[in-house]
Antibody, heavy 120, light 109 residues
Framework: QVQLQESGPGLVKPSQTLSLTCTVS??????????WNWIRQPPGKGLEWIGT????HYNPSLKSRVTMSLDTSKNQFSLKLNSVTAADTAVYFC???????????????WGQGTLVTVAS | SYVLTQPPSVSVAPGETASITCGGN??????VHWYQQKPGQAPVVVIF???VRPSGIPERFSGSNSANTATLTISRVEAGDEADYYC????????????FGSGTKVTVL
């Protein structure tokens, strides 16, 4: 059973860099059979896609501030979001990306999410 | 970028049927995925590729997609179905590849 777990600071100061790691267990991140997503959810609001690593694309509204990477030795992938503001306060989810038979992608396994608050 | 439109809320009595719509321009030509999210939890995919149920999802959940509307149908609604539901498509023709609907809160009366 694949499991994902986000980790990182719960509080980040404005203008600094938000850094999160997602640890994957129950499967190798190296296999290349899957891609990896970061998705966030501001308090009381809907889901917002941040970006996909593997078939790498970023949300155009965040692209200038986002970096994603993979550490296959640790079976982890990571997110960095720089120059954060209060608007970046959200629950951040990592998720596995799977291809369906039509050639479309969806996320079949998700981490539990981690709340990151941007405040001084 | 592509836009998905969902009603903010749907109310349904136990045992009845809930229908949640997801509107989009020619959405019938895309593959639509549906997620259920309960308070404080991560989303769970309940339907992918328009109408396919992952293992472990009850048969009460079904999906359809045609023309400009995709629909998630929950039959014989139970109290445990109360949650937010999001539709999602992958748009390879846009830089904004992943699009989520705004979500529908299903309330079981």
């Amino acid at each position: 059973q694949v499991q994902l777990q986000e980790s990182g600071p719960g509080l980040v100061k404005p203008s600094q860099t938000l850094s999160l790691t997602c640890t994957v267990s129950g499967g190798s991140i190296r296999s290349g059979d899957y891609y990896w997503n970061w998705i966030r959810q501001p308090p009381g609001k809907g889901l917002e896609w941040i970006g996909t690593f593997g078939n790498t694309h970023y949300n155009p509204s965040l692209k200038s501030r986002v970096t994603m990477s993979l550490d296959t030795s640790k079976n982890q992938f990571s997110l960095k979001l720089n120059s954060v503001t209060a608007a970046d306060t959200a629950v951040y989810f990592c998720a596995r990306v799977t291809l369906d038979d039509s050639g479309s992608y969806f996320s079949d396994y998700w981490g539990q999410g981690t709340l990151v608050t941007v405040a001084s | 970028s592509y836009v998905l439109t969902q009603p903010p809320s749907v109310s349904v009595a136990p045992g009845e049927t809930a229908s949640i719509t997801c509107g989009g321009n020619n959405i019938g030509t895309k593959s639509v995925h549906w997620y259920q999210q309960k308070p404080g939890q991560a989303p769970v995919v309940v339907i992918f590729y328009d109408s396919v149920r992952p293992s472990g999802i009850p048969e009460r959940f079904s999906g359809s997609n045609s023309a400009n509307t995709a629909t998630l149908t929950i039959s014989r609604v139970e109290a445990g179905d109360e949650a937010d539901y999001y539709c999602q498509v992958w748009d390879p023709f846009s830089d904004h590849r992943w699009v989520f609907g705004s979500g529908t809160k299903v309330t079981v009366l």
